[in-house]
């Protein structure tokens, strides 16, 4: 068992010492705006936040208009970056710092459900008539 | 007394694969007094049919042990009544859990969400290794190696000649599979680097993939619970890569009469499961390798990549620490048994997930 408990010492270590030198770029504390929906020029754009899961899980939006989905990162490296929308084979690789727009086309009455590329990180956004 | 052909079947232990039943047939066959030899893997039985004088049953399973004794074989007449030691369980489940529940609080905690934005550095690529091992890539690079090592852990390592494994044979292939992914992340890094391009694979690759690594993951975690025989039978059917390594390579070994083929085997399959790990749907190597792209150049991509690979090497190196440490001792059933759990747990969580991602399931997995 030597061997395993000098491994988990040197490993927490590691792993303890960096998150200490890198303490400095701690978490951005974001304040999720309340109405993530705009209607800019006929187009309904849907913004969501992109790191560590996706913010708001749940957007609510109107159905039968042109609808984009803007996805916004910062710093970006996990799974959300690769956003995944099965029913409407999307899958599309988000820059680590940046928006990206997906056009969805007119929004169809009803859930639309996404994930991340590795489908534990779920979103959806549900058309109101 | 006359020479009389008779017909005696006896049990076998330590029959554990295909090549197990060439092996032990054609040991038998070269005795000069068998006719006839047949093993079965099914009920790790030998059928002989020949001529031992009046010997009784138990003098002859003796004397057709002495040729396999030096391969890990023994012949006898009773049945081996194989001890699940369900009471290990009691341990096992307990740990299995545990794990299930910090890996789970990890994710809750976010700390995927401790990467700042800015640049990159090598180091902060270093950092996001570190939350990648400790994220949901855990449960798929962490969840094969950790399948891997314990099924190599609990494999006897047999040379021809009989001897039982260094400790060096144990540590070689965990060796192989840093090394290979570490050379890997570091080549592969630089050549995305220096094309500008990222070899991506389509979702129905990805999606391909994830079946049948976490197929592979559940068989190798059915395995390890030691306790479902029939599961010992799919081990063949499975991918060739991960199958060499599960059964040790026990045919190369058992045809190559200096008894390297072990290590050759034992070296090659963890080489390339290391390198493969390059190619695994884990959504940080993934968007590591989308930065990479941006670098530019060969060196910069290389050591870009090369640093994540070197951020993951604690969790992983611990994983493989833990599973060649475990010896021969009252702990090691415990070891397996929790092992086996986690990996199940990890292979089901990445099946379900692959299912959510072509859109055949709702998500389910909510971190």
């Known amino acids: 068992m030597k061997p395993l408990l000098i491994s988990l010492v040197l490993s927490g270590a590691i792993i303890g010492g960096s998150f200490w030198v890198t303490s400095g770029s701690s978490r951005p504390s974001r304040a999720i705006p309340e109405n993530n929906v705009s209607i800019v020029d006929g187009k309904q754009i849907i913004e969501i936040w992109a790191k560590g899961g996706y913010q708001p899980r749940k957007s609510t939006a109107k159905a039968g208009i042109p609808t984009i989905l803007r996805f916004n990162t910062n710093g970006t490296f996990d799974c959300s970056s690769s956003v995944r929308i099965p029913s409407m084979n999307v899958s599309k690789s988000l820059p680590q710092s940046g928006s990206t727009d997906i056009d969805i086309g007119l929004g169809i009455l009803g859930t639309l459900q996404g994930s991340c590329g590795m489908g534990m990180y779920p979103f959806e956004v549900e058309f109101q008539s | ?367």
């Open chain 2, 1 to 367: 007394m006359t020479a009389q052909t008779q017909k005696y079947t006896f049990h076998v232990h330590g029959m554990h694969c295909n090549a197990c039943i060439l092996m032990t047939e054609s040991e038998l066959a070269d005795m000069p007094n068998i006719t006839h030899v047949k093993s079965s893997l099914k009920n790790n039985s030998v059928e002989v049919i020949g001529d031992f004088g009046n010997k009784t049953p138990k003098q002859i399973a003796e004397e057709l042990t002495i040729p396999l004794k030096s391969h890990g074989y023994t012949v006898s007449v009773e049945k081996q009544i194989k001890e699940k030691k369900w009471s290990d369980f009691k341990i096992a489940v307990p740990i299995a859990l545990g794990f299930a529940v910090l890996f789970v609080v990890l994710q809750k905690i976010g700390i995927v969400s401790w990467v700042g934005g800015g640049n990159v550095t090598y180091g902060t690529a270093f950092v996001i290794g570190i939350i990648a091992s400790l994220s949901t890539c855990m449960a798929v690079v962490g969840g094969l190696l950790l399948s891997m090592s314990a099924t190599f852990a609990k494999e006897p390592i047999r040379s021809l000649d009989g001897h039982q494994g260094q400790r060096g044979e144990k540590i070689k292939p965990q060796l192989m599979f840093h090394g290979g992914r570490i050379v890997a992340f570091f080549i592969l890094g630089g050549v995305i680097g220096a094309l500008g391009a990222v070899f991506t694979l389509s979702t129905s690759a990805t999606f391909t993939l994830s079946l049948i690594i976490g197929i592979v993951m559940l068989i190798l975690g059915i395995n390890l619970l030691d306790v479902f025989p029939w599961a010992k039978k799919l081990q063949p059917s499975m991918p060739k890569f991960i199958a060499k390594h599960a059964h040790g390579v026990s045919k190369l070994s058992h045809t190559r009469p200096n008894g390297r083929g072990f290590s050759v085997g034992r070296a090659l399959t963890p080489l390339l499961v290391g390198i493969a790990t390059f190619f695994l749907p884990c959504g940080f190597t993934q968007s590591m390798q989308l930065y990479t792209l941006t670098t530019g150049s060969f060196l910069k991509g290389g050591f870009t990549m090369l640093a994540f690979a070197l951020g993951t090497l604690p969790v992983l190196a611990l994983i493989s620490v833990s599973s060649f440490s475990i010896k021969k001792s009252s702990k090691a059933g415990v070891f397996f048994k929790s092992a086996g759990l986690i990996v199940i747990l990890f292979a089901l969580f990445n099946l379900i997930n692959s299912f959510v991602v072509i859109g055949l399931l709702p998500p389910i997995f909510n971190f």
